[in-house]
């Protein structure tokens, strides 16, 4: 363990040790990619808000599990309106599996991000998605490749990544490294607690032209709200869409319309 490791949440030190001895594909993959950001145009042009809706079967900060069929939940997703799908791959601790995500893909059109912890490239090779998610938290570390690198290699192989970031410090590493679709994570992977404030903080410092997602903790049509107005091109939405029925929790979320949005708030970010 590095010094750093020290202060994650015993629950994600133990996904981080198994996700770097998780062994990839056997052979190299590369995706031809359904478009993230032409999804999000046309989601737009239809007056709805966009939102990647998760498939997450548990977490380390949910109980129980979802035993449903994931390719009927995704397909319920998807008549709500959801602009991409997120599927949780993880096994250990989500409940994911990395076939689920491949039987998803057969079936909607929608763009997929594999969420997943990937900290090496050969772990690119387990399964083909439109998107992958590379948390700056996890990388440049020992044991673990560069985030440049795994980024850079992700695209040329047709990924299209969505570095994930908490802290200011991770936000200048994704800008500097030119990252094009950035995810704020409002959850602290240290203490698991989660504040939309960090979202709030983080998004005058995006870029107009970078694709910026609010990630965690959004669970009412308020917080869609505020996080719209705080500049969110997107929102990724996973315990509030999984319990109960999908559909009908989707649909909730992406009518929220931009004239609700204005009514409440100032836009800070534009893109
Ligand atoms: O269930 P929530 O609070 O709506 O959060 C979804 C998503 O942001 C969260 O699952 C997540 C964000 N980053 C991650 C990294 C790995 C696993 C899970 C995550």
Do not use: W
């Amino acid at each position: 363990m590095d010094a750093s490791e020290e202060s994650l949440a015993p629950a994600v030190q133990s996904i981080l040790t198994a996700a770097k001895q998780r062994a990839g594909g056997t052979s190299r993959c590369s995706v031809d990619a359904t478009s993230f950001q032409s999804a999000i145009s046309a989601t737009e042009a239809a007056g709805q808000t966009p939102v990647i809706a998760e498939i997450k079967p548990t977490s380390p900060t949910t109980d129980g599990k979802r035993d449903d069929d994931p390719v009927a939940l995704a397909s319920a997703m998807v008549e709500g309106g959801a602009t991409a799908l997120s599927v949780l791959t993880e096994p250990e601790h989500f409940g994911g599996s990395v076939e689920t995500l491949a039987q998803i893909r057969n079936v909607v059109e929608v763009p997929i991000l594999r969420k997943d912890f990937i900290v090496h490239e050969s772990q690119l090779d387990a399964v083909a998605a439109d998107m992958i998610l590379l948390i700056a938290r996890f990388l440049d570390r020992p044991e673990t490749d560069s985030l440049e690198e795994l980024y850079n290699v992700a695209q040329n192989r047709g990924f299209q990544p969505l570095v994930e970031v908490h802290t200011r410090d991770e936000l200048e590493r994704a800008i500097e490294i030119g990252a094009s679709i950035i995810g704020v994570n409002n959850r602290d992977l240290g203490r698991l607690a989660v504040t939309l404030q960090t979202f709030e903080q983080l998004a005058p410092h995006v870029p107009d032209d970078v694709t910026l997602i609010a990630e965690s903790g959004i669970k009412t049509i308020e917080h869609v709200q505020q996080m719209r107005a705080a500049g969110a091109d997107a929102l990724l939405i996973g315990t509030a869409i999984m319990h109960g029925d999908v559909q009908t929790n989707t649909r909730r979320f992406t009518t929220v319309t931009d004239t609700d949005i204005q009514d409440t708030t100032t836009e800070t970010h534009t893109s």
